[in-house]
């Protein structure tokens, strides 16, 4: 069988397949010529980059289509759906790297870090005095509350973080009632997990109190922060979406930032990608990364592993092998 990973996949997960008897093809087919070359696949994997679209899956005879990742927003599933094709993700397997990377930009946000990274090797000479007055103003993280919107894998494992850092979790989630979540240690401390309380409330309460919101959601129709729900969050709020873009309204998120009801913000993610201008980009209380929340290479070699097990499970166990 022959399987495109389009969007690459993990050395550990292609020896996986291989000595399973599959063909994996890396060479990455663009995206104008993805519908007419797809006939030739069994299986096609990707990650975010390309889009699977309903015309790509009606010109292929494909048994199984992966996403290297949590969503499936860049699959067409109506379309596989009408061809009967199984579409398979990796929910769990970044769930700790995207929750890292929120706070890499909060600890970075608190302490000026986006801002003192790009000053220092340009002014860090001549004008070191002004710049440790400026920079001396950060906030601790510790004893502050954080409002996460959207309780599953990512969600949790960020307030594990935030417990972890001695903050206050509070969350919003629409389908979640968790009260408690595990709180593990270092495996060479030899103590077991602990269970924490963790309290959940409604999307105004945690607006209105949140010192930070970080926001764990799938792609929406429509925003949830916007205008209205910007005006209704704590003076100074910093807000962090590695989530989808989208979720937060760009244009209200700016003027809440110009006018200080957002101290700072940390985005991963975009309305468009690349983003279609700089309204985003040039902004100094913003810290900025590239939709990379969950590309580290323990989660690439974790996402590769589980899609080549799920793949090995959903073919070699079926008549479709």
Same mark, same amino acid.
């Given at each position: 069988?022959?399987?495109?990973?389009?969007?690459?996949?993990?050395?550990?997960?292609?020896?996986?397949?291989?000595?399973?008897?599959?063909?994996?093809?890396?060479?990455?087919?663009?995206?104008?010529?993805?519908?007419?070359?797809?006939?030739? =696949?069994?299986?096609? %994997?990707?990650?975010?980059?390309?889009? @699977?679209?309903? #015309?790509?899956? /009606?010109?292929?005879? *494909?048994?199984?289509?992966?996403?290297?990742?949590?969503?499936?927003?860049?699959?067409?599933?109506?379309?596989?759906?009408?061809?009967?094709?199984?579409?398979?993700?990796?929910?769990?397997?970044?769930?700790?790297?995207?929750?890292?990377?929120?706070?890499?930009?909060?600890?970075?946000?608190?302490?000026?870090?986006?801002?003192?990274?790009?000053?220092?090797?340009?002014?860090?000479?001549?004008?070191?005095?002004?710049?440790?007055?400026?920079?001396?103003?950060?906030?601790?993280?510790?004893?502050?509350?954080?409002?996460?919107?959207?309780?599953?894998?990512?969600?949790?494992?960020?307030?594990?973080?935030?417990?972890?850092?001695?903050?206050?979790?509070?969350?919003?989630?629409?389908?979640?009632?968790?009260?408690?979540?595990?709180?593990? =240690?270092?495996?060479? %401390?030899?103590?077991?997990?602990?269970? @924490?309380?963790? #309290?959940?409330? /409604?999307?105004?309460? *945690?607006?209105?109190?949140?010192?930070?919101?970080?926001?764990?959601?799938?792609?929406?129709?429509?925003?949830?922060?916007?205008?209205?729900?910007?005006?209704?969050?704590?003076?100074?709020?910093?807000?962090?979406?590695?989530?989808?873009?989208?979720?937060?309204?760009?244009?209200?998120?700016?003027?809440?930032?110009?006018?200080?009801?957002?101290?700072?913000?940390?985005?991963?993610?975009?309305?468009?990608?690349?983003?279609?201008?700089?309204?985003?980009?040039?902004?100094?209380?913003?810290?900025?990364?590239?939709?990379?929340?969950?590309?580290?290479?323990?989660?690439?070699?974790?996402?590769?592993?589980?899609?080549?097990?799920?793949?090995?499970?959903?073919?070699?166990?079926?008549?479709?092998?």
């Amino acid at each position: 069988m022959k399987i495109l990973a389009n969007d690459g996949i993990d050395k550990s997960a292609k020896d996986i397949l291989e000595n399973n008897g599959f063909e994996v093809i890396t060479d990455k087919i663009s995206q104008d010529e993805l519908a007419s070359k797809i006939i030739d =696949f069994d299986v096609l %994997l990707v990650r975010s980059a390309t889009k @699977v679209t309903a #015309q790509i899956i /009606e010109a292929s005879n *494909l048994k199984l289509i992966g996403r290297a990742g949590v969503g499936t927003d860049n699959i067409d599933k109506v379309a596989a759906a009408k061809k009967n094709i199984p579409v398979i993700n990796t929910p769990a397997a970044s769930s700790i790297s995207v929750a890292e990377l929120v706070f890499a930009h909060l600890f970075g946000m608190a302490r000026f870090l986006h801002l003192s990274n790009r000053e220092m090797p340009l002014h860090g000479v001549q004008k070191f005095k002004d710049l440790k007055n400026e920079y001396s103003k950060g906030i601790e993280l510790k004893g502050k509350t954080i409002g996460i919107i959207g309780f599953g894998r990512i969600g949790q494992e960020t307030a594990k973080i935030a417990l972890g850092v001695g903050m206050k979790v509070m969350y919003f989630d629409m389908y979640s009632n968790l009260l408690q979540v595990p709180f593990s =240690f270092h495996p060479d %401390l030899g103590l077991e997990p602990v269970m @924490v309380n963790i #309290q959940k409330v /409604e999307l105004e309460e *945690l607006l209105s109190h949140a010192d930070f919101i970080s926001l764990h959601v799938p792609k929406t129709e429509k925003p949830i922060l916007a205008k209205e729900e910007f005006e209704k969050m704590k003076q100074g709020v910093g807000i962090v979406n590695c989530a989808r873009g989208g979720v937060v309204d760009e244009p209200s998120l700016k003027a809440a930032l110009d006018s200080g009801k957002v101290a700072f913000a940390g985005l991963d993610v975009f309305e468009n990608e690349p983003p279609l201008n700089d309204m985003m980009l040039s902004i100094p209380n913003v810290s900025l990364s590239p939709h990379c929340g969950a590309s580290t290479k323990e989660a690439q070699e974790r996402i590769g592993v589980e899609l080549a097990n799920q793949i090995i499970h959903h073919l070699k166990s079926s008549s479709l092998a």
